[in-house]
């Protein structure tokens, strides 16, 4: 497509989107359908406005995956991604497996031979990625359990197609087809011809330079370009990374979504996190639109036409051997009857990695082709019936069976700002806000726990929904006007997500967080926070007061204690922090601190004066502060 040819059809998948996707979704269709319907509209088998040009289309709106994956790496710390290993490798692993084992049994059982078997098990086996997260996303079910466990069996099947594809040549016992269903040249990378070793050598290379560039050399990059303050650089720098990713890995022989994924993985906790998920999610929906709009124009309907009972009976065989395995495997792993469905008809269909499985397959001859057509056209109309078939589950399965997990909620519409942002409003936050409120200073209060805002505001508080981490909603509570950020939510990640967010974006805000320990402590000094609190180190230490006094110590003389080991502790938890690194010095060090404080403490109790302030145990002040006993 060149010239007035590029326009027209750029015109024309732009148009079909605009028309089609509102419409889908006033109709309660979402949005995933509606593309998948203006692509069959403008299709060769509709108004013929797209034609064989569709596969080019396809090839290149399949970027949008590769979008898609970094962006769910950049929600996932590092942290969150280990305590999934066992969805991942376990559900996952098993999905595949036994998906594949299953359709490679009943194509043997028709009559195939079992390296054809085998290969079209593997390829049937994966479900879309596009699809599923794109139509979780919109219906508010990622944080799920249904969610988080598709979002793992599909983070393993991408990873799964890589030993796939090394598979197939192995399985190949015809001549290698000159014509392809689709996908790209496998020949021509840097690892092409090599012996396996130098290939895994060449492979681990790669993924070891993604991750040591992510943590030492992007965030220089970005901290450099973001200097510039000029909006459309970033977003270059930010495209720019993610094609280079792309292309490194497919140079090696990997997927680039897993490779932009690792990447996403990587920055998750850098500070231009939240700037890189806002410059790249309109080329991700554009492209991914584009991508399902390609799916729906490439269904072959003269060859369903022409052999209906054949392609209708293979579609309804794929989903339901799917869907069983899914729900089995759902209950082995132990979920709730309303999340193991949605789980099962989430990812009954095959995916877009089968066009490209089946098009190597064919070229490397493992498949001969009056085979992959009709196996394109079985994918491609799994993928399109995901849709209804999730909204079938939503409209007649889930009343039945009851759903004992909520979507997430929009945030809420702030409606108020104040001289302090209170994010966090559980056992810490609450007792802040009281005492703010108590005193006349007005706080604007985020939470984003639903239940926790739902039971304040039974109180006649005032706590708006959403999560602080996001930019847009710190704008919207007037963090560019406020002059004091606390942060005190329940999860320490969270707490430095926030922070990180504070700092890169409202620089001149007085951020005080809370911590959990002196680990957390010293992650949020590092971060450039000062005022750092940690939780329970106030009350143990008016715990300790109240211990002396009750002891023997006289009021006065407790209470400065307590004073002056809260000073030396703090004092010493800076000094301390250079050397938390290096366990052997770390150790030393505490030691000779701890026997420092002592000293201090000690030669404090030697004063000859601390008994003159007797008022401390007066009984009017006792009754005043709750003091105990007399000395």
Known sequence: MH??????????YLAAAVVSVPIAKRLGLGSVLGYLIAGIAIGPFGLALVGAEGQDVLHFAEFGVVLMLFL????????LLWKLRGPILGLGGLQVALTAAAIAGVATALGLG??????????????????????????????????????????????????????????????????????????????????????????LAAVVAIIVAGRFLVRPVFRFIARTH??????????LLVIGIALLMTQVGLSPALGTFLAGVVLATSEYRHELEGDIEPFKGLLLGLFFIAVG????????????????????????????ILLALGRGFRMGADQNLLFAFALAQGGEFAFVLLSFAAQQGVLALELTSPLVAVVAVSMALTPLVLLVYERLVQPRVGTRERPDRDPDVIAEEGAVIIAGYGRVGNIIGRLLSANGVRATVLDHDSDQVDLLRKFGHTVYYGDASRLDLL?????????????????????????????????HLTV??????????????????????RET????????????????????????????????????????????????????????????LEALLQADRAEPDLDVDAAWDSEPLRREYGGTAGG
């Open 297 to 324: 124009s490439s269904i072959d309907f003269a060859l369903i036409a022409a052999r209906p009972g054949l392609i209708g009976g293979l579609v309804a065989a794929l989903m339901v051997v799917k869907l069983v």
């Open 230 to 239: 000029l909006r459309e650089i970033f977003t270059a720098a930010a495209l």
């Open 114 to 203: 079992w390296r054809p078997a085998v290969a079209i098990g593997c390829a049937l086996g994966l479900s879309s990625t596009a699809i599923v997260l794109q139509t979780l996303a919109e219906k508010g079910l990622m944080r799920t359990d249904a969610g988080q466990s598709a979002f793992s069996v599909l983070l393993f099947q991408d990873i799964a197609v890589i030993p796939m594809l090394a598979l197939f040549p192995l399985l190949a016992t015809g001549r290698p087809s000159s014509v392809a269903t689709g996908g790209g040249d496998h020949g021509g990378t840097w690892v092409a011809g090599l012996p396996g070793w130098a290939q895994t050598l060449v492979v």
């Open 537 to 596: 180190f106030d009350s143990a230490v008016r715990l300790g007061a109240d211990v002396l006094h009750e002891v023997g110590y006289r009021a006065h003389d407790a209470h400065r204690r307590a004073l002056a080991f809260r000073r030396l502790d703090e004092r010493f938890l800076r000094e301390m922090r250079e050397h938390r690194h290096d366990e052997a010095v770390y150790v030393h060090e505490a030691k000779r601190r701890v026997e420092a």
């Open 72 to 79: 769910i790496g950049l929600e996932l710390q590092p942290a």
């Open 3 to 12: 010239g007035d040819g590029f326009f027209f059809q750029a015109f024309v």
């Open 512 to 533: 005080l967080a809370r911590a959990f320990g002196r680990t957390e402590a010293y992650d949020l000094l590092d971060a450039g926070v000062e005022q750092v609190y």
């Open 475 to 507: 704008r919207a509570a007037g963090a560019e006007r406020a002059k004091v950020l606390v942060v005190a939510v329940d999860s320490p990640d969270k707490v430095m997500e926030i922070v990180a967010l504070a700092k890169s974006h409202f620089p």
